[in-house]
């Protein structure tokens, strides 16, 4: 069976590519042939690694896949203008070097956001004349609109009418949620159409240790209050430099944020005009040190913004962090991510807007009121046993083979 992926980000980038990358790592290791057309790798800074400058088309093998990349506008997280570009740029080049990409396939698989991969997709499955599969990560333009990112008008219909048709049009609709599922079902996508496959988490994350980071930051007598991801506009982070602020006469207590995005400035300026001394951004580090910084916190938190298209997502760090074996405070009323806590041994959550409700379950934490311990053996206890990628990975392999 041959298989050609559509998806614009793709490893060395990091954050959730991961999970297309080890998916396709998995089915080589089973016998398919795996081919990737992609981006030339610019995302999250906008930076191009040195042996990828002035390529219209480079192509590899990482791992048994075979992978084609092709130019796009580089543009980080903090342009979305300029990345809206980007997107163009990589629908025209890889159409174009798909001539390049010779043999006969069995399936095109296009994974979503941007809205441009599917139409990639569709494209190409009727060039090379094989079955067409849509991965569903994010709802666009159903998501943007409700996190505010675009506002609702010509453009964003336009959109909506283009993903529905591609919906319509595919073999196969593979979400990454229950909640997208439902979403399918009700713009009258038939239910043997669509077929659920989580992200799950690799072993690293259930398996890692500390490796060192309380000590290299300095960190050793603190309570850590750890938010990993990108800081983006879709999530109330604010909420959490109020909380600090509000437990600033708790020296031991402090607060980190690992990765980049929009809003890091903004929180920065925050950080510094109410004098806080008991938050770090540390900015992107490796995908490998992010197990290592989830395992040395005492509390990760997530939050989203109360919309609806929120109560149906699973941002894919929340598998990391339940592996982990930390206790999760997540700020949502709720949603299947809520769901899934819930159903692992409970949830600690309040209200996205509350940083009191924040702080005092903090405190309840680092005062043992609530044994976090105890949840976050739970949670990793779930993990281990429903959402290890290689099962995800294995119900993905038995869904295309069924198309």
Known sequence: MKILIVTQHFPPEKGAVRRLFEFARYFVRQGIDVSVMTAIPNYPDGIVPKKYKRSFFYSEVIDGVKVYRSWVLPASNSQPKKRMVGFITFLITTVINSFKVKGNFDMVLASTPPVTSPVIGWILSKLKRTKFVIEVRDLQPESSEDFGNLNQGLFTRAIRTVMHWLYSKADKIVPVTDGIAQFMYKIGIPENNVATVKSGVSSEFITSDTNGIRTKFGWEDKFLVLYSGTLGWVRPLEVFIEAA??????????FVFLG???????????????????????????????????????????????????????????????????????????????????????????????????????????????????????????INQYHRREIWAERYLRVIKDV
């Open 245 to 254: 602020r509000k437990l600033a006469d708790q020296p031991s207590i402090h």
């Open 260 to 382: 980049d995005g929009q809003k890091r400035e903004a929180l920065e300026n925050m950080v510094r005009d109410y004098g806080l001394k008991n938050v770090t951004f540390i900015g992107l580090q490796p995908l490998e040190m992010i197990p290592y910084f989830l395992k040395s916190s005492d509390v990760l938190v997530e939050s989203l913004k109360e919309v609806k298209v929120a109560r149906m997502a699973f941002p894919s760090k929340m598998f990391e962090y339940m592996a982990a074996g930390r206790p999760i405070i997540f700020g949502s009323r709720q949603g299947e991510a809520i769901d899934e806590l819930n159903l692992a041994g409970g949830s600690l959550t309040y209200p996205s807007d509350s940083p009191e409700t924040l702080s005092e379950i903090i405190l309840r934490l680092k005062s043992g009121e609530i044994d976090g311990e105890s949840l976050g053996r739970k949670y990793r206890n779930h």
